[in-house]
């Protein structure tokens, strides 16, 4: 098999940072990413750069890199310092930072009964909640505004529970620079959203990017109704996995048991690492 032919079939099942329509998003933005080869073994990697005072630093996401990486990397980074958000357990060039967190991937499955069966008991019983509400699910391709109103309601979110996320303008420019891949569901009442949730698709894989839900979303188990007819609508078209973010057992238990009763299995990644070139 060439390389190119490998890197294709690769990048159906790339994490969403290391795949192209990621740096399509952030080329639209005027940041365009670095795509470096690495030979040993063949593979490309997709580096974010940042400039701070003198200091050139690079970004690795969801990617591994060896020791024998670092003078290629170095010559076509221009950086002299990469952080590296690594995709696997195991031993890597540098300093550790942060250990390692954890992903939910949900696999997807053609028939109901499969995706059903996955589910944590309590789960399924939200999800006939769900059903009983009487709510109206919407999908749509989410428009390429920075003020979408889910964007919006993302930023005071944010806000509100003081955690850091994605800033709108990248979610817009994901939706422009890639037509149709980023897919919003919106759940409503009387026409009005009381929840939504936004999936960014790459190649194979979903990634869950966005969920919002009020009061009254809460009140009827919305999420877990967007999230079961995005598993059955993007599994039609032809998704494979959708990769629900990471995993928190301790500061977000909620979050954690919402995930992993969907039927995701928990996933280590390769902790946080500081790499001199």
Not at 41 to 63: D, H, K, T, W, Y
Request: proline share 5%.
């Amino acid at each position: 098999m060439s390389f190119h032919t490998a890197h294709l079939t690769a990048l159906q099942t790339a994490p969403l940072q290391q795949h192209p329509a990621f740096g399509a998003a952030l080329s639209y933005l005027g940041r365009p990413a670095l795509n470096i080869f690495l030979p040993d073994p063949q593979r490309e990697v997709q580096v974010m750069r940042r400039r701070f005072g003198p200091l050139n630093l690079g970004l690795i996401s969801r990617a591994d890199i060896a020791g024998t990486d670092r003078l290629r990397l170095s010559n076509g980074t221009g950086c002299r310092l990469l952080l590296v958000n690594a995709e696997t357990p195991g031993a890597h060039p540098g300093l550790r930072v942060r250990s390692a967190g954890h992903v939910a991937e949900l696999a997807l499955a053609r028939g109901a009964e499969e995706m059903t069966a996955r589910m944590a008991q309590k789960w399924r019983n939200r999800l006939n909640r769900g059903f009983r509400a009487g709510l109206e699910v919407v999908e749509s391709a989410l428009p390429a505004d920075p003020g979408h109103w889910l964007l919006r309601q993302d930023q005071q979110q944010q806000k509100a529970r003081r955690y850091r996320g994605y800033p709108a303008v990248l979610a817009a420019a994901y939706a422009a620079a890639n037509r149709g891949q980023a897919r919003l569901f919106e759940a409503r009442d009387k026409g009005a959203p009381v929840a939504a949730m936004l999936f960014l698709c790459h190649g194979a894989v979903a990634s869950y990017h966005i969920g919002w839900s009020g009061a009254a979303g809460r009140r009827a188990c919305a999420h877990h109704l967007l999230l079961w007819r995005a598993m059955r609508v993007l599994a039609r078209r032809g998704v494979a996995r959708i990769d629900l973010g990471m995993v928190d057992a301790e500061t977000a238990p909620g979050l954690a048991r919402f995930k992993l009763g969907s039927g995701a299995t928990c996933r280590a990644l390769g902790g946080t690492w500081a790499v001199r070139l």
